[in-house]
C-alpha cells in the first residue's frame, strides 16, 4: 500500500512553454502532498506544500506564479511550470502523507524536466 | 528552525563490509523524528530506517540500524554485510511530526564488489 505516482516520468518541451506534472496517491487520500526539486547531485529542496482545498503553501524563494500548484482531490496535486526556461530543468519529485501524519512520507517516483 | 549535516559526501566499502554514515542534526523542538532514505539510480526515494526521538532504543531494520545519541544530536547509520545494491544516495532527514522533512546534503556510498 501507500503508492504514488507521478506522470510524465520524463518531459522535455521548448523554451517559453508550461508543462503540467501530475502526483496521485494510488491507494489512499492525501491531505497534503509536498513538491520537491532536486538538481543533478544534490539534495531534496522543498518547493511548496500543498494541501486539498486550498492554496498551496511556498517555500521562501520559490515564485508561486512560477510554479502553480493545484489539489483539487483527495488523490491528486499538479505541479504546473509555466513559461518554462532551461534553468527549470530538474528532476521533481512529489510525495504525500496518509491523514495527518507527517513522519510518514511517501514518494513519487520523481519527473525528469528538460526545458530546450 | 531544524538542521540536518551529514559531512560525508561520499563513501566507499566493499561487498560485505560494514559502513557508517555520519548525520547531525539540530532541532528546537522536544518530539521529533529522524530518517534515512536512499535514493538509487532510479531516484526512486525509499526509506530505510525512521527513528522516534524519544525512544531510547536504537532502530534497527535487517542490516541496518542506527546509532541514535539524543544529547550529542548524532544520528548515524550502520549498514552490515553491504551489498551492491546498497550503492545509493543516502540522506538523513528531520521532522517534528507537522512540519515537512528537512534533508541533509546527502552521502554517496558506492560498494565495491
Known amino acids: 500500500g501507500a503508492v504514488v505516482s507521478q506522470h510524465p516520468s520524463r518531459v522535455i518541451c521548448k523554451s517559453g512553454t508550461s508543462v503540467k506534472i501530475e502526483c496521485r496517491s494510488l491507494?489512499?487520500?492525501?491531505?497534503?502532498m509536498f513538491w520537491y526539486r532536486q538538481f543533478p547531485k544534490k539534495s531534496l529542496m522543498l518547493m511548496a506544500t500543498s494541501n486539498e482545498g486550498s492554496k498551496a503553501t511556498y517555500e521562501q524563494g520559490v515564485e508561486k506564479d512560477k510554479f502553480l500548484i493545484n489539489h483539487a482531490s483527495l488523490t491528486l496535486s499538479t505541479l504546473t511550470v509555466t513559461s518554462a526556461h532551461p534553468e527549470d530543468s530538474s528532476f521533481y519529485i512529489c510525495?504525500?502523507?496518509?491523514?495527518?501524519?507527517?513522519?510518514?512520507?511517501?514518494f513519487g517516483p520523481g519527473t525528469r524536466l528538460t526545458v530546450l | 528552525a531544524q538542521t540536518v549535516t551529514q559531512s560525508q559526501p561520499e563513501m566507499s566499502v566493499q561487498e560485505a563490509e560494514t559502513v557508517t554514515l555520519s548525520c547531525t542534526y539540530d532541532?528546537?523542538?522536544?518530539?521529533?523524528?529522524l530518517f534515512w532514505y536512499k535514493q538509487p539510480p532510479s531516484r526512486q526515494m525509499i526509506l530505510v530506517i525512521r527513528?522516534?526521538?524519544?525512544?531510547?532504543q536504537n532502530a534497527t531494520e535487517n542490516r541496518f540500524s542506527v546509532n541514535f545519541q539524543k544529547a550529542a544530536k548524532s544520528f548515524s547509520l550502520k549498514i552490515s554485510d553491504s551489498q551492491l545494491g546498497d550503492t545509493a544516495m543516502y540522506f538523513c532527514?528531520?521532522?517534528?511530526?507537522?512540519?515537512?522533512?528537512?534533508f541533509g546534503k546527502g552521502t554517496r556510498l558506492s560498494v565495491i564488489a
Open positions: 491507494d489512499f487520500q492525501a491531505t497534503t
Open positions: 532541532t528546537s523542538e522536544s518530539n521529533y523524528y
Open positions: 527513528q522516534e526521538a524519544y525512544k531510547q
Open positions: 532527514a528531520s521532522d517534528s511530526g507537522n512540519t515537512p522533512l528537512v
Open positions: 510525495s504525500a502523507i496518509v491523514g495527518s501524519s507527517y513522519n510518514e512520507q511517501f
